[in-house]
């Protein structure tokens, strides 16, 4: 699979990114989560993407106790991860409280104690990318650049970016930040793609950013009877190919080139979707599909 930068200056990643969010339901032993690493190893998936509230924040370790087995694996591969959601009867630290509410926190006391948990729970000393999991209508953008700057100097971060924003914070960040910010994490798919017709995608092609893409099936709506589904199946049946992978098909295709986060845990499933990397829909049946998902149709 091939690999190319986030934006000028990022890093290198492959053309799919393996999602870990559903992780802790697998029930997967040591060795199965071994095993399906390497899968996405030995496929040239080799950006991972994590978050520290992930499965009750016990994703990452069960992820880290891997990459505390071989440094190996931890050179081969890009760590992505994402902080900034408190969630009621969680904490980042023993010595912090749990809430009893959900918060959105982006003060540096809680990005840098997030950092130090993840770290540890990754069996890592650094971060490939840090994303602000959700917008807080609190941020202080000078603030949390601070502890941006802080953790790329301590090497425990080395590129940070945006999930969820508005074109808009992205900017205001960006303009606080010596460093450029790496991507921005969206949903994005063949039912959900408002982003196409907002400010979103507009600004990462303008700043030559590949955003990552959560929910490329849909969140489960690829099983379910829609116009999308049929129009996914109709194209897949020309290009001799499932419907899921005609999905990641259709998002590749765009020239922003997203980065499909795909989140199963089924090594055969991840081989089937690698082959969208070597896909290329025509125009006619890409516009197929997203007039399909439109109410209305094309305008």
């Known amino acids: 699979m091939n690999k190319s930068a986030f934006c000028k200056g990022g890093p290198r990643v492959s053309a799919l990114a393996a999602g ?29 993407d994590h978050a520290d509230i992930y499965g009750d924040m ?18 081969r591969m890009t760590l992505v991860s994402k902080c900034g ?22 003060s540096p006391e ?6 130090d948990r993840s770290l540890a729970n990754l069996g890592t000393d650094h971060l490939d990318v840090l994303l602000l999991h959700r917008p807080d209508p609190l941020m202080d953008p000078d603030a949390v650049a601070e502890a941006f700057v802080r953790l790329h100097a301590q090497g425990k971060v080395l590129h940070f970016g945006l999930s969820n ?31 196409l017709r907002d400010a979103v995608i507009d600004q990462c092609l303008a700043l030559r950013m590949r955003p990552m893409a959560w929910s490329p099936l849909g969140s489960g709506r690829v099983n379910e009877p829609s116009p999308v589904r049929d129009a996914l ?4 049946a020309e290009l001799g190919c499932s419907i899921e992978t005609t999905a990641v098909a259709w998002l590749l295709r765009h020239p922003c080139r997203p980065i499909p986060i795909v ?10 979707l690698a082959l969208a990397a070597d896909l290329r829909l025509e125009a006619a049946q890409w516009f197929r599909i997203y007039e399909a998902g439109l109410p209305g149709g094309l305008p």
């Open 85 to 106: 959601i408190r969630l009621p009867g969680t904490t980042p630290d023993a010595a912090i409280p749990a809430l009893d509410h959900k918060v959105y926190d982006t």
């Open 165 to 195: 924003h508005s074109a808009s914070t992205v900017d205001l960040l960006a303009q606080r930040l010596p460093m450029p910010l790496v991507t921005h994490q969206i949903e994005l798919s063949a039912w959900q793609h408002a982003p």
């Open 58 to 75: 016990r994703c990452e370790t069960l992820f880290g106790d891997v990459l505390r087995e071989s440094t190996a694996r931890r050179a």
């Open 233 to 236: 199946a109709r194209v897949g």
């Open 20 to 48: 870990c969010w559903r992780m802790h339901e697998w029930g997967r032993d040591l060795a199965d989560r071994r095993n399906w690493i390497d899968a996405c190893l030995d496929l040239g998936i080799d950006c991972f």
């Open 110 to 115: 809680h990005i840098l104690r997030s950092v």
């Open 263 to 272: 989140g199963t845990g089924r090594p055969d499933r991840l081989r089937q």
